[in-house]
Structure formats: structure tokens, C-alpha cells
């Protein structure tokens, strides 16, 4: 089975999603209207539109499922009702605008899989004033987590690796985000919701702080993250660690530098700094002693500090740098020439081959070559 | 010396720390709306509001530390001229117009500290 087909049976047997996303279509879409489905997948959410009677639904789809969800569609009966568009929603035109706008690229943090960029987008060019997005809104949760095993897990770099210093990667560790399956037995304090953000506002950087008391004595490894987004007035869909009805998407683990021990009372601060189109979180989090109010511990971590970057990188940066095309560049480049709008794709493998032949092994590795770009780039 | 380089690399900056009021005494810091990484020696600076990317070379990374950490401009110019052989003068000149550059683009802020 195709590993992005098995991604989706694991949508689409997460009851909890399902049935959120099944209430909340319900409520909002109403007979006749026009919904547009971004990031469709198999279709199931244009599919559950059809149901409550939307009348036309346009599914954006940038993978090659496009083709399954089509499928799908005309086996369930409404294919006349559904139209497949291949490709990202912030790059294609609709004929017209549209009542509501589903997705469900909320990831796990609530920001992380593109929502914020897609609804902005569709907002401004696809929906009629007064139309609906589903989500409507997301909160951003956190809470202090006591896991030596998780901070342990970014912490083992400290220690010599296959008998080697690894030390060099600790930073970067320690500046990551986990996705892990957090459990309420691993908070030791009370959830905070640290924001609450309108989906389709303009992006921008976030600031947002919470303030949390430790619930007893325990040990302060880092903070989690998860969502809870409202997807109409009375339909919430949340990961969250302590909600029994949580769809089946794990959470974010952000580790401390150091493990810092808590007592009842101690106020545990966390101030984020959140840039959405880069996936970027800062999160600084102070410890105070809950009696005296005396600080305890600081510590700033960042993604930024997390990211792979190597002198390589930042030299093809420079202004003064001078690119050169590599020699499967040029053969990329061949390629494109060709999609004249004249020349057929036979025609294109076979000059692909003859002019870069030490590139590939055999004439089928060059066709493959070739329909990777011209898939890529044509139409 | 250091050259500031960025999506918008315009050249060295036509506002000067003398447009923008300040001395030598000034002190300056990193506003906490920029992220600062070094990488072997260079940095890439990401300043989150006009999310936008900036480089800097070995040197200009080196000033730039010393910018943001020292009391005021003419002590991180006293600390490079301890570190590089060059003209007081010559260094002088590029600091401010790499200060002037960088408050510009709002990679460094005046510090009431």
C-alpha cells in the first residue's frame, strides 16, 4: 500500500476527527452552497459537504491523489458535484467565489501544517464576505511536563555517542520540538491556553505568554503543545492530552536546558514567539518560587537554534554568489527548453538521453528523470 | 570588514548613526524580534516582523557581537582594535557604517541600559 494512502486510512479511522469534522459540516454547510475543500487528501470532507447538500465543491489537491479522491467521488455518486483540482490552493483560480472553506492542515501545535497560510489566502481571493472557514478558530494549549524519558531523549548527546563526542548536536536538540503522544499523568501543572487565533487573519509573528502553577513536586523537562480548534459553533477537535475525545494526533514536546525541580505553588512561565510561515517557535520559560517569588530558572530555546545550517548553505546566499548549473541542472534545463508546446515526450526522453548520457544508467532512468520535471512543471 | 548582506542588500546604509542621533556612547542590543545564529564563524540573522533573512561574514559577525554586547560603540570598537590589525581609523569608519546598516534594518535598537 502506498504510504501516503496508508497516512489516510489513519484520517480516516481517527473516529473523533471524523465525527467533528461530520458535525461541523453539517452545521454550516447549508443546501446549495459552494465549499471549497483545500488540502482534500482522499476527499472525504467534500464528500461529507455533498451529504449535507452542498452544491458544488472544488477539491485541491497537490499529490497524485487527485486521482484516487476522483475515483472515490464518482464511486460514492457525486462526481458531478465535486471538481478535482490538482495543485496548492495559494496558486490556482476558482470560477467564482465560495460559501465555505474546509481544511484540516492544523497540525499538531495548531499552526504547523499550513492552515494559517491557506485561509489567509482563500480568504482574500476565494470567500464570499460573510462566508464561513471551518476551523473558525484555533487555541494554541501548553502545560508543564515532567518526562525524563523525553528530555533524556535530547539530552543524550551530552554523553559520548558510538564512542565518539557528540556533543556539537545537543543544541540542536535541545532546540527541536517533538511530536510525541503526551498523557495528562505527565503534566505538572494546569493546561494554559496561551492564544487564540482567527485562522485567517494575516500572518505575522505571534507573541504569547501563559502562566502555570505546578499542581505538586515534580520535574520540570519541558512544555507540551496541542490544539483545540472550533470547527463550528458547537463542534471543538482537539489532540489535547486530557480531553477523552482527542483525535488521534500527537502533540509537541519542547524541552528545557536543564531539568528544573518544582514545587506545589511554583509558578512556571512560558512566553512563545511563534512565526507560522517558517514553522518557527521561540519559547523562553521562567520558574519562580511560589512563596518568595524568586527565580529559579530561565532558559530561551528556539527552532532557530534547532535548524540544520551549514557554511555550504549561507554561501549560495551571498549576493556576489555566482551560481552554476550542476550537470543534472542542465539536464533539467534541456528539459524545459523542450516544453515548447511543440515537441512531444518521446521526442524530449530521447534528446534528454543523448545529450546527458553519463547521468543515467539507461534510457528508462533518463523517462524517469524527464517525467519527474515534466510533471512537475507542465501541463 | 564585515558587509551586511540580506534579501534586500542594498548598500551600505545612507542613514547613519548621525541621522538616527547617536554617539559613540551609545550602547546596543538585539531587539528580541531578531534571531541571531552563528554558523562556522559566519551568522544568518532572521528578523521576525519583515520575516526576512540576513548574512553576515566572519567579520561583520564578529562586529556585530560586539555591537550587541559591549556598554557602547566605542568600547566594541576598542575590543576589535585589540583583535585586528587595523587602522583605528579604518575600523572606525566600518563600524559605523555597519551600526548604521544594521539599525537601519532594525537588526540592532539603541539600549536604555
Known sequence: M?????????????????????????????????VLDLGSGTGILGLLACQMGAGRVYSVESTS???????IASDNGVA????????????????????????????????????????????????????????????????????????????????????????????????????VTLTSDQFVSEPVALASVDPTVPLGTWRME??????????????GGWFAAQLSPSVTMTNSPLDPDRIQRRNVFFPVERPVQL????RVTVAMQILPSEILVSWKVQVHDGKNGDEKARFSHSTWKGMLISAEDLRRTRPDFVPKLTPRGEARQTVLDLCDGVTPLEVIQDEVFKRHESLFENQHKAELFVSEVVTRYSE | MGTLTATDP????????????????????????????Q???????????QETYYGLDDVGTRMYLALAAADSIEQAHGQLLEEYDVDPETLRADLVRLAGNLLEQGLLQPSEE
Open chain 1, 2 to 34: 502506498s504510504r501516503i494512502v496508508d497516512e489516510h486510512r489513519q484520517y480516516l479511522t481517527d473516529l473523533p476527527r471524523v465525527d467533528a469534522f461530520r458535525r461541523a459540516i453539517a452545521e454550516v454547510v447549508r443546501p446549495g452552497d459552494v
Open chain 1, 65 to 71: 491523489l487527485v486521482g484516487l479522491s476522483r475515483q
Open chain 1, 80 to 179: 458531478d458535484r465535486i471538481t478535482f483540482i490538482r495543485g496548492f490552493s495559494t496558486t490556482i483560480d476558482l470560477p467564482g467565489l465560495v460559501d465555505v472553506v474546509l481544511a484540516d492542515q492544523i497540525g499538531r501545535f495548531g499552526f504547523d501544517a499550513g492552515v494559517f497560510q491557506y485561509f489567509a489566502d482563500a480568504r482574500k481571493r476565494f470567500l464570499k464576505p460573510g462566508g464561513t472557514t471551518v476551523p473558525s478558530r484555533i487555541e494554541l494549549w501548553a502545560a508543564a511536563v515532567e518526562s525524563e524519558e523525553l528530555w533524556t531523549n535530547a539530552d543524550l548527546w551530552s554523553a559520548p555517542m558510538a564512542g565518539f563526542d557528540m556533543r556539537a548536536a545537543r543544541g540542536i536538540a535541545m532546540n527541536t520540538g517533538y511530536p
Open chain 1, 210 to 223: 501563559g502562566s502555570m502553577v505546578a499542581s505538586g513536586a515534580g520535574v520540570l523537562h519541558g512544555v
Open chain 1, 263 to 266: 514545587v506545589e505553588g511554583d
Open chain 2, 10 to 37: 542594498t548598500s551600505t546604509s545612507s542613514l547613519g548613526m548621525r541621522d538616527m542621533n547617536l554617539s559613540f556612547e551609545t550602547k546596543l542590543s538585539t531587539p528580541p524580534y531578531v534571531l541571531v545564529r
Open chain 2, 39 to 49: 554558523v562556522e564563524g559566519e551568522s544568518v540573522l532572521l528578523h521576525l516582523v
